[in-house]
């Protein structure tokens, strides 16, 4: 009898291990979606924010929160990191998914263009050292956070990326 207990034990013990394994896998080997926003202020400048991390420019923009849909991650991390409000979403720039386009962890990220409004202020100072506007043609595209490089050339070639 205790050889059966033990045998019923030992394999209740390896299928939750089996579970275990396969929750784990799914929360810690599946990439996180995140959104990227190309702000463009009702004069036609850019906004960018220079991280605090790195130190570099980079577009506003984080990870999508349990319950959210894009256009609210959108929306809640303009106000966050740069203050200013969503007016409207106009263009899908965007889906990028390379498993090393952010040296932190495996995201897929959606950009979006976006006309906003509103003053420039840092909320997020944790995150945020800095906030500026830009003109087209005078980004600081060289060594920008993660893929953003490659997300601000393709809005401005005028692509729809999926990469």
């Not at 605090?52 to 849909?69: S, Y």
């Not at 509103?118 to 087209?136: R, S």
Request: aromatic share 6%; charged share 20%; glycine share 8%.
């Amino acid at each position: 009898m205790f050889l059966f207990f033990f045998a019923t034990v030992v394999q209740s013990t390896r299928n939750l291990w089996r579970v275990g394994q396969t929750v784990l896998g799914i929360i810690f080997r599946h990439p996180i979606t995140g959104a990227s926003i190309i702000p463009i202020l009702p004069d036609g400048r850019i906004v960018l924010i220079k991280r605090r991390d790195d130190g570099c420019w980079a577009l506003p923009g984080g990870m999508v929160d349990w319950g959210e849909d894009i256009p609210q991650t959108v929306n809640r991390e303009l106000i966050e990191e740069t203050g200013l409000e969503l007016v409207q979403i106009t263009r899908l720039v965007g889906v990028y998914s390379a498993p090393d386009r952010d040296p932190r962890i495996h995201s897929i990220c959606v950009v979006v263009e976006a006309k906003v409004q509103g003053k420039m202020e840092i909320q997020d100072t944790l995150e945020v050292m800095e906030i500026q506007a830009f003109p087209a043609n005078s980004l600081p595209l060289g060594k920008m956070a993660h893929d953003h490089t490659r997300q601000l050339q393709d809005y401005l070639n005028g692509l729809t990326t999926l990469a």
